[in-house]
């Protein structure tokens, strides 16, 4: 039962290695196509890569907090929120109890960060705190927990760098292709004939292709990991119906999170912009709500194995829990 | 020759395969023994809030003698057990539960009693306590499953067997009343 994290890894680790060939291929068509060497442009891809990760493997944790506002409480400040961060980190085995932050924000939403458990933050707006009962807390609390012992931040910020430097690449590559016209032109060996311009042509989709490709592998690993999140919570409260009920609420606003953006949207609780911009469900970080708050609802006992049951009734019976979580459950 | 590395390649295998296994075992006792002592600390926690909690009710509702008592008497019976096993402790500490239980229902009777911020502190502290006992016990049990699924478990049971590794105890609630605990929530 407590053992998703092993298999987890194997999956990210898939995830992980198949966006970094995307950023590799990236690297190597703007190498060969601006450097006429594809080193050249394998180690500008790593370059990129690399200061991106550094910034967020050591930055990630303030840059969110610091850009969405928020502010670090201690007990005296709301015991009632504090204790049951605490209760649930009791319930999950979290080894240290995170810190918690309050963002000044009418808007209703909670996330959570931190690389790994020892070292993890909690945080909700005053909005989604004034309008929750202790129950439903409890299992807003215990979703974001499920993040931290899923080692979903780890993941997502992993993921979210190397989209970011897929996109940030292809962006100016195919601006430079535009504008610049290339200098293939004035190369020695112009010569090369309809071989080389269809490797260009290849070249250039892959430039366009990339980003989107990247972005969906980037949303699906998200949405799965929501879903995954809703089944912890159950599991730690044994009470589905607190985070169905918190969901509900959480859906019923359409106040957006002031100072959320594309890239952090992943770790809150619900998608923070709101319905308009969740056009379709495949496009969206979060999977809709009322979908959650049904599987929730549907779970015939707190275990992943049920949670597994509840989802495969809407999914013509796919799954979505790791096999090795469910068979220790 | 060839036969003889293949040998010994297997006898090393399986010799890492067992220190594993080993290593699991232990590392799994060692997780049963802190989930263990996660419980203590919400049991301690829950000693040391009812004396306050005690004396803020008193001084509203004096004539109900019986009810602390009863509470203090349960306190000090799970006092006597804690250095026990998980099956006396649960006992005594579902006792207590039910008195304190029996203390808010009390208290309920008594509008200006709740409407003092101490007692309401001092109720939130009970509650979260009550929830933290249930949590830690919730991990408790499932890790004390897992470890005894793999003492009982095919391989893993022949190193368990060796090594002399014992089924830990479930921390079960005996005390009839605790499985539909008294609900402590007045909000």
Known sequence: MWEQIKSNRFRSAVLVVFMGILLLAIGFVIGEYFLRSYLGGLAIAGVVWAIMSLIAFFQGDSILLGVSGARKISKSDNPVLFNVVEEISIASGLPKIPDVYIINDPALNAFSTGRDPNKATVAITSGLLEKLNRDELQGVMAHEIGHIKNRDVLLMSISAVMLGAIVILSWYATRVMFWGGGRRSDRRDSGGGGAQAILMILGLVLLILAPIFAQLIYLATSRKREYLADASSALYTRYPEGLASALEKLGASSVQVKAANQATAPMYIINPFGKKRAINDWMSTHPPIAERVRILRAMGGNSYADYEKAYGLSHKGQGIVPKSALSNG | ?187
């Open chain 2, 1 to 187: 020759m060839l036969a003889l590395w293949i040998i010994l390649g297997i006898i090393v295998l399986l010799l890492l395969f067992f220190i594993a296994m080993y290593n699991g075992l232990v590392g799994l006792r060692n997780q049963v023994k802190n989930a263990w002592a996660q419980i203590d600390v919400q049991l301690k926690r829950r000693y040391d809030l009812i004396p306050n909690l005690v004396e803020t009710v008193k001084g509203y509702a004096k004539h109900e003698r019986e009810v602390f008592e009863n509470v203090t008497q349960a306190r000090s019976a799970a006092q006597q057990v804690v250095s026990s096993g998980p099956a006396a402790r649960a006992q005594a500490e579902g006792g207590l539960s039910q008195a304190l239980g029996r203390l808010f229902a009390v208290a309920e009777a008594y509008p200006d009693l709740k409407a003092n911020q101490n007692f309401l502190a001092l109720q939130e502290e009970l509650t979260s306590t009550e929830n933290k006992i249930s949590f830690s016990r919730q991990f408790y049990n499932d890790t004390v499953l897992r470890f005894n699924n793999q003492t009982q478990m095919f391989p893993s049971n022949i190193i368990a067997g060796m090594a002399g590794f014992k089924a830990a105890e479930f921390f079960e609630v005996t005390v009839p009343e605790e499985k539909n605990p008294p609900k402590v929530s007045f909000t």
